[in-house]
């Protein structure tokens, strides 16, 4: 199937590693221009060599979400190299769980700052950038916590279901400008953090995927890939998904109680 995704322009946060990565590899496969961000410089220009091989074009910038700054610096960068905006995917966030009385509020205000105010303040950025365009896609990466949190998932869980009310909220106040607003909710998918998980227990990667596969309760008895992630929220940002706004999908091989 076509996506007809070639020549859009879409921001990718997060871009430099795991879900982002895979993404911006296969919007550039797309031909989209893909501007993207991540804090470490060597992991963006890294993922930029790999994306080149796409007939699309790609933009690596060194940003740090949480800081309003960087962040407006990297839409500025994003506008002025492809002169408009198309599509973004707030994808930037880490796992942030444990004891809930172990969390200071400065554990707190990190996981916000990370995870919520970085998609407020992005979308916000784009807006006018989506309206010129006549239109446009926000997609929003959570995890299925945001419907079925569980024991010790705080303060992620939480901020992911602010993530979910946003996504909603969005979808209706800009819909009428043509802008849809959507959320994909991540369960168990292969990233650099189980990598860097499996190298600390000293076992081999897939080892450890295919113990989570059995253990976890996967219906589909495996843990995602990230390239499936990619190849769903490059659905979301094509017109083959028109018709789909305010919506959030499980991408987790059905492992939520939850739909």
């Known amino acids: 199937m076509d996506l007809q995704l070639t020549g859009r322009v879409v921001l990718v946060t997060g871009g430099s590693d795991g879900l982002g990565a895979a993404l911006v590899r296969t919007l550039a496969a797309e031909g989209a221009r893909v501007a993207f961000c991540g804090r470490d410089e060597a992991r963006l220009h890294a993922v930029a060599t790999q994306a080149g091989d796409g007939p699309g074009e790609v933009l690596p910038q060194v940003a740090d979400v949480r800081d309003p700054a960087a962040l407006a610096r990297f839409v500025d960068a994003a506008t002025d190299r492809f002169g408009t905006i198309h599509a973004l995917v707030n994808n930037a966030g880490a796992s942030s769980t444990g004891p809930f009385e172990e969390h200071t509020d400065e ?41 079925a949190p569980g024991a010790g998932s705080t303060p992620t869980s939480v901020t992911r279901a602010a993530g979910l009310a946003l996504t909603k909220a969005l979808s209706k106040e800009f819909g009428p400008d043509g802008v849809r607003v959507n959320a994909v909710l991540v369960g168990l998918v292969r990233s650099g953090q189980w990598e860097r998980a499996a190298a600390r227990e000293k076992i081999g990667v897939e080892e450890l995927y295919e ?20 190849d769903l929220v490059a659905f979301l940002l094509s017109d083959r998904a028109a018709y789909l706004t305010g919506t959030a999908i499980n991408f987790d091989g059905g492992l939520s109680p939850v739909a």
């Open 107 to 147: 554990v707190w205000q990190a996981d916000l700052d990370l995870k919520l105010y970085a998609a407020v303040r992005a979308s916000r950025l784009v807006l006018p950038q989506l309206r010129r365009a006549g239109g446009g896609v926000i997609v929003n990466s959570l995890a299925i916590g945001a419907r």
């Open 211 to 230: 113990r989570m596969g059995q253990s976890s309760g996967i219906p589909l008895g495996r843990v995602g890939r990230a390239e499936e992630f990619a």
